[in-house]
């Protein structure tokens, strides 16, 4: 499904060159749930970014479902990452003015769904994740660990070939986040391919398999969660 080849992503500041990671090799096979661990400023994140298509490596390759991505132009990774991709942020990233079903709608729109069958499988995708009741609220009528319910059926309503999550549970309290690893749970048990970023080994063992990353390269990939 994915592979990574000698990825290498540096960041510039001045005449000062930062690099993040360094020679990533990495492998996810399809229907595999991976969550990607390691210390604060380990290069998790990065490492997401790069595969998910949000950020251009500074050398090295992306390979997804066979596509070359690193040789994609930006307007066809945005189409890949809209059609194939599903993204769920720490920080819920939803819209403020909008409920929650237009919220989950709104990238399907963007794909050219027509609105009547968007919002049908906005609603299907919030009963998904036990939101039923909630459609019509606004982000601010909801807490948090409902907000982050919305951003993970937002990230499967088209049902994409992988599901990015970094730090899902970071801005949430214990019983919010065990709810949301117990939906990723499911999907994965249904047949998604979840690549996850944690930095709670708790909720890392909770993934098929660990990857651990430290100072830009993995370490260590054999370790499997429950």
Sequence with gaps: ???VTNLVKSFKNGDIETQVLKGVNFEAKDGEFIAIMGRSGAGKSTFMYQMGLL?????GEIFIDGHETHKMTEKQKMNFRLQKFGYV???????PELTAVE??????LMENIDSAKATKMAIEALTQVNLATRLNNL???????????VSIARAVAHKPDILFADEPTANLDRESSVTVMNIF???HKQGQTIIMVTHEKEYGDMAEKIVWL???KIVSGNEHGK
């Design 1 to 3: 499904m994915l592979k």
């Design 55 to 59: 950020d251009e490596p500074t050398s």
């Design 89 to 95: 942020f720490q920080d819920y990233a939803l819209l």
């Design 103 to 108: 919220n989950v709608a709104l990238p399907l």
């Design 139 to 149: 982000p601010s009528q909801l807490s948090g660990g409902e907000q982050q319910r």
């Design 185 to 187: 749970k499911e999907l």
């Design 214 to 216: 430290d100072d830009g």
